[in-house]
């Protein structure tokens, strides 16, 4: 038995639109959220939608069923559960948030007539700073090759006639919110500030674009398109030039969704539909304004209505002497982000540049940080005479363009860049560091739950080891040795890995054989225990050898942030299991495994999460943490998580009016005061 996975993800969104409408979180932070739903939803349609809709049609010509599946068929709920969620994102936006930022002194324009004092303010803004980028373009049957409407880029359809005639004409422009800004602040008036969309600027002025015309209708409009590059797996020739090729095409791909704004006549969105190739199926109505991802950027006035900033914590004695190398030789160290301090990474990487001991660096990037640290780390150490190997994967989705740009810079500056390898994905987090000492050649390694980017660290919730064990280390080296080779793990070129569980090798078999050992304990009489929190939960196999420890009376606590295809609670199959979902201030990114109780767990950090891409069609690591404090830290920090509720506005722990925990509250406070 599985759950849709997108289903489970679409709850996943629904769960961030509950955030929005919460009254506990500060109400910059819950249009915050506001925006991460619209954004994530835009990505939904962009990456997954296509896919659904080609399955639909394979399932319907052919009525195949999914052995076991919930939902065999789900376009139908699919699209009724995205209606639901806009219908919900609207009337928390207008009936709560936007009333709420009139209470603050903060008016939004929102489908209402401008003050009198804020016509000419409209009108002057409209023709210095926006009228030359609105392009109006007149429509008719033969668009094909003339205009094509941007993937999630704004429009406005403006129908119009001329002034005692009866026919009507329909053109479209762009709303230029790329361009410019979506939101543009205004004079204060009644004692109030304003800000107003640049939707409704162009509308208060539409008259000024056509002249002789009257308008007889506008309406926002916005498209999604299929964005999933195909990367062609036979890989032949230039990967980098492949991917840039591709990525020109991205925001031209087959349409996927055609968002209009409520009182659109039906028989223009049918028009507009059949002009650019946009089938039935791709056809949602939203809010008078698209694209609400913008709400991220909206003017906060130095207001006190955001989370109150939380100091990253600085650990005394970590790089005492200014030698973290030293520090970890001593004993490993154990990083959780965002609550601890990044600076310890950045500092791994620029004393590694500039130390004279230091002779080889390698390291994986998955999404580099826009203005990298890390990645001018590697190029200083590369002009300092080390010997530098960067595996930078290409194929990370909506960060090809940038990947490539530092993957570029740092190939000019000497270093050895691997790409791609064919027909897998390289999303392990892993460094490591060797350097001569005293006592010969030492190695130093990374292993995180997340990128090696000091942006996301401050809003990603994960874990980053550091360590010179050299059971871990010497592995470590054997994997970035495999890398270099760029070819597909088979008995050809398997490597033992017997300490850390790698994707492709050993990975899945050390998973089964974890659980088979809490299966094995109640046998035996015992009690048998597994805690995993992740991603996303979505491989067969793994879930079905997670129902077989629950029917053989093995205890099952899983936090899953988005995707969750195993049904929990289900008799004789999943009784015993229970599944929580975290959403808070900060994005739940951890991958953590807990096999046993406290005291003789098995723990484990890594970069896979328990997806068919991740054990089998990508390069994952994973690794035990052996030392005591530091596994003692995260069976704390999970127990924290599963008993202190799912995030600010958890339903199970407000109903009744009772005080909610904030487990990353907590968290913070554990790991900085101790208790």
């Avoid at 203005?371 to 590369?382: F, G, Y």
Wanted: proline share 4%; net charge neutral; with cysteine.
């Amino acid at each position: 038995m599985y759950y849709n996975r997108d289903l489970s993800w679409l709850e996943f969104n629904h769960r961030v639109l509950k955030e929005a409408g919460c009254d506990v979180v500060p109400l910059f932070e819950r249009m915050k959220f506001l925006a991460i739903f619209y954004s994530n939803l835009n990505e939904f349609f962009s990456i997954r939608y296509p896919v659904i809709l080609v399955i639909s049609k394979i399932k319907t010509k052919t009525k195949v069923k999914a052995a076991g599946d919930v939902h065999p068929h789900p376009l139908e709920a699919i699209q009724k559960q995205v209606d639901e969620q806009l219908t919900e994102a609207g009337d928390i936006l207008q009936q709560k948030l936007i009333p709420e930022l009139a209470e603050n002194g903060i008016v939004l324009y929102y489908n209402e007539p401008l003050k009198s004092v804020h016509v000419n303010e409209v009108r002057e803004i409209f023709l210095s700073k926006v009228l030359s980028f609105v392009q109006p373009l007149f429509l008719d049957g033969h668009m094909t090759g003339r205009f094509t409407p941007e993937a999630n880029k704004l429009y406005m359809v403006v129908s119009l006639k001329k002034k005692g005639e009866e026919e009507i004409r329909h053109t479209i422009l762009k709303i230029p919110s790329d361009n410019l800004k979506r939101f543009f602040k205004l004079s204060p008036a009644e004692g109030k500030e304003h800000v107003i969309f640049i939707d409704d600027i162009i509308r208060e002025n539409a008259h000024l674009i056509y002249p002789g015309f009257e308008i007889a209708g506008a309406y926002s409009v916005m498209m999604n398109r299929d964005a999933d590059l195909d990367y062609e797996e036979d890989y032949a020739g230039n990967m980098l030039k492949k991917i840039e090729k591709q990525l020109a095409k991205r925001a031209e791909g087959r349409p996927s969704r055609f968002l209009c704004e409520p009182g659109m006549p039906v028989n223009l969105q049918l028009y507009i539909s059949s002009l650019f190739g946009i089938d039935q199926e791709g056809l949602f109505t939203g809010l008078r304004y698209h694209k609400l991802s913008d709400l991220a950027s909206f003017p906060t006035y130095n207001l006190p209505l955001e989370y109150e900033a939380q100091q990253p914590i600085l650990q005394p004695g970590l790089i005492e002497g200014g030698d973290i190398f030293t520090a970890i030789e001593k004993n490993d160290i154990l990083l959780h982000f965002p609550y601890h301090s990044y600076n310890p990474i950045l500092t791994f990487f620029n004393q590694a540049a500039i130390d004279p001991d230091v002779n080889e660096i390698y390291i994986t990037l998955y999404r580099v940080a826009t203005d990298s640290l890390i990645a001018n780390a590697m190029i200083s150490a590369a002009r300092n005479g080390k010997k530098v190997t960067v595996f930078i994967e290409l194929k990370a989705r909506f960060d090809e363009a940038n990947n490539i740009h530092w993957s570029k810079k740092m190939k000019e500056a000497g270093i050895a860049i691997i790409y791609s390898i064919p027909g897998i994905k390289v999303h392990t987090k892993i460094a490591l560091v060797t350097k001569h000492g005293s006592g010969g050649q030492k190695a130093y390694a990374l292993i995180s739950t997340g990128n090696f980017n000091e942006l996301t660290a401050r809003v990603y919730t994960d874990h980053t080891l550091l360590t010179a064990n050299a059971a871990v280390t010497s592995e470590l080296l054997l994997l970035f040795r495999f890398l270099e080779k760029r070819v597909k793990p088979d008995e050809r070129n398997f490597i033992p890995f017997k300490t850390l569980l790698v994707s492709q090798f050993n990975m899945v078999r050390n998973f089964e054989f974890l659980i088979e050992s809490e299966i094995k304990k109640v046998k035996a009489g015992g009690k048998g225990l597994i805690r995993i929190k992740m991603n996303n939960l979505e491989e067969p196999g793994m879930i079905d050898m997670l129902y077989r420890a629950s029917r053989k009376g093995v205890d099952v606590k899983l936090i899953v942030r988005s995707i969750c295809s195993l049904v929990p609670g289900v008799p004789e199959l999943s009784e015993r299991i229970a599944v929580k979902r975290l959403v808070d201030r900060y994005l739940e990114h951890t991958r953590l495994f807990i096999f046993g109780h406290d005291e003789d767990a098995t723990v484990i950090i890594g970069s896979s999460d328990w997806m068919t891409r991740n054990l089998y069609r990508r390069i994952e690591a994973c690794a035990p943490i052996t030392d005591p404090e530091s596994r003692q830290q995260l069976l704390h920090y999970f127990e924290l998580q599963w008993n202190e509720g799912t995030g600010s506005c958890d339903d199970e722990e407000t109903a009744g009016g009772k005080e909610h925990l904030h487990a990353q509250q907590s968290i913070y406070k554990y790991l900085k005061e101790g208790v």
